[in-house]
Protein backbone atom coordinates (compact mmCIF):
# COMPACT_ATOMS: atom_id res chain seq x y z
CA UNK A 1 0.00 0.00 0.00
CA UNK A 2 1.73 3.39 -1.17
CA UNK A 3 1.81 6.17 1.07
CA UNK A 4 -0.58 8.03 -0.71
CA UNK A 5 -3.45 5.66 0.21
CA UNK A 6 -2.66 5.40 3.24
CA UNK A 7 -3.45 9.21 3.57
CA UNK A 8 -6.67 9.20 1.90
CA UNK A 9 -7.58 6.00 4.40
CA UNK A 10 -6.74 7.74 7.48
CA UNK A 11 -8.41 10.86 7.51
CA UNK A 12 -11.57 12.74 8.98
CA UNK A 13 -13.84 11.20 6.30
CA UNK A 14 -12.98 7.74 8.41
CA UNK A 15 -13.71 8.68 12.06
CA UNK A 16 -15.16 5.94 14.03
CA UNK A 17 -17.20 7.09 16.82
CA UNK A 18 -17.24 3.56 18.74
CA UNK A 19 -13.38 3.82 19.60
CA UNK A 20 -13.70 7.59 20.74
CA UNK A 21 -12.85 7.94 23.90
CA UNK A 22 -13.97 11.54 24.15
CA UNK A 23 -10.84 13.00 25.24
CA UNK A 24 -11.38 16.05 22.79
CA UNK A 25 -7.83 16.63 21.79
CA UNK A 26 -8.91 16.62 18.00
CA UNK A 27 -11.02 19.69 18.57
CA UNK A 28 -8.37 21.51 20.44
CA UNK A 29 -6.21 21.13 17.24
CA UNK A 30 -8.55 22.41 14.38
CA UNK A 31 -7.67 25.13 13.24
CA UNK A 32 -11.05 25.05 10.77
CA UNK A 33 -13.28 24.77 13.89
CA UNK A 34 -14.57 21.76 12.37
CA UNK A 35 -15.06 19.63 15.14
CA UNK A 36 -17.50 19.79 18.25
CA UNK A 37 -18.81 17.88 21.05
CA UNK A 38 -21.80 15.64 21.05
CA UNK A 39 -23.97 13.66 23.28
CA UNK A 40 -23.80 10.44 22.04
CA UNK A 41 -26.57 7.95 22.77
CA UNK A 42 -24.70 5.95 25.37
CA UNK A 43 -24.24 9.42 27.60
CA UNK A 44 -20.63 9.98 26.40
CA UNK A 45 -19.54 13.04 24.56
CA UNK A 46 -17.50 12.10 21.43
CA UNK A 47 -16.42 15.20 18.28
CA UNK A 48 -18.55 15.12 15.40
CA UNK A 49 -17.13 16.50 12.13
CA UNK A 50 -18.91 18.97 9.89
CA UNK A 51 -17.30 17.80 7.00
CA UNK A 52 -18.40 21.23 5.32
CA UNK A 53 -15.81 22.96 7.39
CA UNK A 54 -13.10 20.49 7.02
CA UNK A 55 -10.24 21.24 4.78
CA UNK A 56 -8.85 17.42 5.47
CA UNK A 57 -5.32 18.79 7.27
CA UNK A 58 -5.09 15.64 9.30
CA UNK A 59 -4.50 17.63 12.26
CA UNK A 60 -7.06 16.14 14.61
CA UNK A 61 -5.72 12.73 13.14
CA UNK A 62 -2.41 13.47 14.12
CA UNK A 63 -3.68 14.78 17.60
CA UNK A 64 -6.30 11.54 18.62
CA UNK A 65 -4.23 9.65 21.22
CA UNK A 66 -5.61 6.45 20.23
CA UNK A 67 -5.48 7.15 16.86
CA UNK A 68 -7.37 4.08 15.53
CA UNK A 69 -10.65 6.96 15.60
CA UNK A 70 -9.61 7.68 12.21
CA UNK A 71 -8.75 4.70 9.92
CA UNK A 72 -9.31 2.20 7.29
CA UNK A 73 -11.41 0.22 9.35
CA UNK A 74 -14.06 2.75 10.13
CA UNK A 75 -16.96 3.95 8.09
CA UNK A 76 -17.09 6.55 6.26
CA UNK A 77 -19.65 9.46 7.83
Known amino acids: MS???I???VSP???NRKECEGCGCCI?????DALSMETCADG???P???MTKCLRCNRCVDACEIYKCYGPTSEAI
Open 44 to 46: VER
Open 13 to 15: DYF
Open 48 to 50: RVD
Open 28 to 32: SICPY
Open 3 to 5: KTH
Open 7 to 9: DEL
